[in-house]
């Protein structure tokens, strides 16, 4: 017989212990999953991934806007008309023309570009003392990167990154008195792009956003808002992310002194590893959100339709089941498997992939031939609770 989701461990984290890790260890010791006081079911274990993101469940579409009293305005209508929180034929459709046009061979090819950018910024800081990472480098790479696909004038980029962040605060649980900030930026970022799209139309080029033109209006599938909105989630998808594991990744290389020596005397053989253990150690994923559609049993455990069930992504990262050693940070790692879990699965694992993994590891590897005594200064680095971990504060000394 079945245990029901009654019969899992609570779990509560609200955001004040210092060790999360060793909180989720202490959770997936008792059992495979835990539940929140509302019935929300968390996967705690790496083998749930597969399970979770592929046949019986499926993406949460509009339910936790919903929830927060959020029926219409832009909030709304972009969680309505992105393909991040579509299923089914919605789905498909809204991602193949960006799938066509933001192909990974396109995005691979990206990473001179990355490169140049990185080396100049990091040159431009060495021997400045104390540097605001979060901002000046790692926010920056992205959000240049991803401006200079879209041909977006560098002069637009202070006003084009608040709007990132403020509707990067879209996807989750808002603060009620950050609304009408959000929605403001919300209509601002929509103009914006919808005015690149116009432009694109009446004087194509030969860019990422040109073909992405062509590509819907020959599929002639999409309506004006779903053109618009997949081009928002994609800026914004690309930027957030990146930023957070950026900072992560090199503040655990730098406190790890013969970790660094050896990635800084060798960047190119070594930058997937550190990336691909960085994403792995410390996860600016939370989770991946998604709601039961037939019913299904995660190991005996059953879990009916309509419940909210997330694969717990920093557990499933330090599960022993899948990693040697998981407490420990080593980007000589061998365990990783094919496909990093980080970036989803299923039908819904990142179209940007290629292009993060190119601004992540070329920054790291810029730095360690620019600046190979970079340290670390101040405290390290947290990661705040959401759903997607943003880094509040990250200072280094690039020498």
């Not at 977006?152 to 709007?163: E, G, N, S, Y």
């Not at 992939?353 to 070329?362: G, K, P, Q, V």
Request: charged content about 25%; hydrophobic content about 45%.
């Amino acid at each position: 017989m079945a245990f029901t989701i009654a019969d899992a461990p609570e779990f509560e984290l609200d955001g004040t212990r210092e060790d999360v890790h060793a909180y989720f260890r202490e959770i997936r010791e008792k059992a495979p999953i835990a539940r929140t006081r509302i019935g929300h079911v968390l996967a705690l274990r790496h083998r749930h991934l597969d399970l979770i993101t592929r046949d019986v469940t499926r993406q949460i579409e509009t339910e936790t806007k919903m929830m927060q009293g959020i029926t219409s305005g832009p909030i709304y209508d972009f969680i309505a008309n992105g393909m991040l929180f579509a299923n089914g034929d919605a789905h498909l459709r809204r991602r193949a023309p960006v799938s066509r046009t933001f192909a990974f061979k396109l995005m691979d090819a990206m990473r001179p570009k990355a490169a140049a950018l990185a080396a100049e910024l990091v040159s431009e800081r060495i021997g400045r003392g104390p540097i605001d990472f979060v901002n000046e480098i790692a926010a920056q790479i992205p959000a240049r990167i991803i401006a200079d696909i879209l041909g977006i004038p560098r002069a637009d980029l202070p006003v084009f990154m608040q709007w990132i962040a403020d509707t990067a605060e879209a996807l989750g649980f808002i603060d009620l008195e950050r609304r009408a900030k959000i929605e403001k930026s919300l209509v601002n970022f929509n103009a914006y792009v919808e005015n690149l799209l116009m432009e694109r139309r009446a004087h194509p080029r030969e860019d990422f956003l040109s073909d992405y033109v062509r590509a819907t209006a020959t599929d002639g599938v999409l309506t004006e808002d779903e053109i618009r909105t997949q081009i928002v989630g994609l800026i914004l998808a690309g930027s957030d992310t990146t930023r957070g594991s950026l900072c992560m990744i090199l503040a655990h290389l730098l406190t790890r002194p013969d970790q660094w020596a050896a990635f800084r005397a060798n960047p190119d053989a070594l930058k997937r590893g550190a990336v691909d253990e960085g994403l792995r150690y410390d996860p600016v994923i939370s989770g991946i959100p998604r709601i039961a559609f037939k019913p299904f049993e995660i190991d005996g455990y059953a879990i009916p339709p309509g419940t909210p069930v997330s694969v717990a992504v920093i557990s499933a990262m330090r599960d022993p089941e899948a990693y040697s050693e998981p407490d420990r940070f080593d980007i000589f790692r061998t365990d990783h498997p094919k496909w990093h879990p980080i970036f989803g699965g299923g039908a819904h694992r990142c179209v940007g992939e290629a292009l993060a993994r190119a601004e992540m590891e070329e920054t790291l590897a810029a730095i360690a031939r620019l600046a190979p005594a970079t340290a670390l200064v101040g405290a390290f680095p947290r990661l705040a609770p959401g759903p997607i971990r943003q880094v509040g504060r990250m200072e280094v000394a690039f020498a």
